[in-house]
């Protein structure tokens, strides 16, 4: 199932506010940008409301997420982070290293991340993996960056 992809509807993407941060769709992708001073920055792509409500979606059937995405720029991070959030406040899955699944991610070329969703179990957090929101990433840019990523797909399999 695609959560997003060039023209896909959702809520959209959000993120933190920073002096030198812009977010947007640029030539068919998702593109991040910062140059930010020392910071930790998330970002992410919501497809349904923040809400209690709402029931979000499923991902218990689900085995794995995908990512596409590249990273360039003359001052990258220490890591890229993936994590998953259900509504509420601090719903939120324990990070995961994107590096620590591609120690080639920050080589300006295209690569497809898989991430197995078992990965994000974890008994002492709040987020419900059948209630699914949001996808978040982020970085620590402990002295500061200067990057982009591209994201042009993700989804889930089963």
């Known amino acids: 199932m695609i959560l997003w992809a060039p023209k896909h509807i959702g809520v959209g993407w959000v993120a933190g506010q920073g002096k030198a941060t812009s977010i947007k769709e640029e030539k068919g992708w998702f593109r991040y940008h910062t140059a930010d001073a020392e910071t ?7 497809w349904a409301p923040w809400n209690p409500t709402f029931d979000g979606t499923d991902f218990a059937p689900y085995s794995s997420i995908d990512i596409d995405l590249r990273m360039s ?7 890229l982070l993936l994590s998953l959030a259900s509504p509420g406040d601090h719903h939120t899955t324990p990070r995961d290293s994107l590096f620590k699944r591609d120690k080639k991610l920050s080589d300006g070329k295209w690569h497809r991340i898989r991430v197995p969703l078992k990965d994000f179990a974890d008994s002492k957090t ?7 929101i949001q996808i978040i990433l982020g970085v620590w840019n402990g002295k500061g960056g200067d990057f982009t990523v591209d994201i042009r797909e993700i989804c889930v399999r089963k």
């Not at 930790?40 to 792509?45: I, T």
């Not at 720029?73 to 890591?79: A, E, I, L, V």
Request: charged fraction near 25%; proline fraction near 14%.
């Open 40 to 46: 930790f920055s998330e970002w992410g792509w919501q």
């Open 73 to 79: 720029g003359p001052k990258m991070p220490p890591d």
């Open 126 to 132: 709040k987020y419900d993996a059948a209630h699914t």
